[in-house]
């Protein structure tokens, strides 16, 4: 018989408007919904990194805050500018760490947009804010519980004073905690550690890991000792949060957004003085919870 006259076969808009009409090329069936969409590929992988690029990141950055550390103490008596002191302690805390990242994106090949997901897109301006508020909704609640119920020791690494301010003094903070940390260590633990965390032992234990010792970088043992126990258990809580939108969004935009939130929020009640206040009217622990960062 020779071939039926008419289209081939697929689905059709319905000519009345009732969503689409299949035909097998021998009738038409009655209108329908739109066919069922096809089967959706599984999503690519999280990209990774080799473990020694994770590794070595830390050691960079753990070796350069001790030396900035060291180096800050030694200018502080000295009569040099503010913005002089803070540019040489940025520099030294996180030059090595840039260095480390351009070499493992070299190493890896591919730019640092497909290594250490370095790109942007206008969704983030939403998702940034929306991971600050929740990561830290939560370091709140941990380091509630954990200080209240546990009698974790709780001290934050912010002086919550606004003697001798100066504007000096204002723009090196904001430079170094809303501009500088925010960009540096987001590179750092959610774009070489934990991408190389999880070419080891997967996504499911690398972002608590990861979290973890994002909460252990701030660490200060000199000026604040056992104190920093609750502000590492808080600030783990929220590099877990930045290292879940990493690997959802796989890109950096919306953690480092998230990131500068937080560190602003915090310098904003700090430099203001609204912190002193609140920790003397409402409350030392919830209040210290709420602006704990850095």
């Known amino acids: 018989m020779p071939p039926p006259a008419g289209p081939p076969a697929g689905w059709y808009p319905d000519p009345g408007g ?12 009655p209108a329908a919904a739109y066919p069922a969409a096809p089967p959706v ?14 590794l070595g990141a830390l050691v960079v950055l753990a070796l350069s805050l001790v030396v900035q550390n060291v180096v800050a103490r030694q200018l502080s008596d000295t009569g040099l500018p503010t913005l002089v002191k803070a540019g040489v302690g940025l520099v030294l805390a996180y030059g090595p760490s840039l260095w480390w990242a351009r070499r493992v994106v070299r190493q890896a090949g591919g730019g ?32 509630l519980v954990a200080v209240e119920a546990l009698g974790v020791p709780f001290e934050s690494n912010v002086e919550s004073t606004t ?24 590179i750092v633990f959610r774009g070489v550690v934990l991408r190389g965390l ?16 994002f909460g252990m970088a701030h660490l200060d043992p000199i000026d ?4 920093n126990i609750g502000l590492i258990l808080g600030l783990s809580t929220v590099g877990c949060g930045l290292g ?27 430099l203001t003085g609204v912190a002193d206040d609140l920790e003397r009217d409402v409350g030392s622990l919830a209040v210290r919870a709420l602006w704990m960062v850095l």
């Open 198 to 213: 999880v070419g080891k032992i997967g996504v499911v234990a690398a972002v608590p890991v990861q979290g973890v010792l």
């Open 163 to 186: 003697d001798d301010i100066t504007a000096a003094y204002v723009i090196a903070m904001l430079v170094s905690a809303v501009i500088a940390a925010p960009l540096v260590e987001e």
């Open 41 to 54: 590929a599984d999503r690519e992988p999280f990209p990774t990194l080799p473990l020694s690029a994770a």
């Open 112 to 143: 640092a947009r497909q290594q250490l997901g370095w790109r942007f897109r206008w969704v983030d301006l939403g998702w940034g804010p929306l991971t600050w508020i929740g990561s830290h909704v939560a370091n709140v609640i941990v380091i």
């Open 224 to 227: 604040r000792g056992w104190g």
């Open 244 to 270: 879940l939108v990493t690997v959802l969004t796989r890109r950096l935009g919306a953690a480092i957004i998230a990131h500068a939130c937080l560190n602003g929020f915090v310098m904003t009640l700090v």
């Open 18 to 29: 009732y969503g689409m009409r299949y035909f097998d090329g021998f009738r038409w069936s």
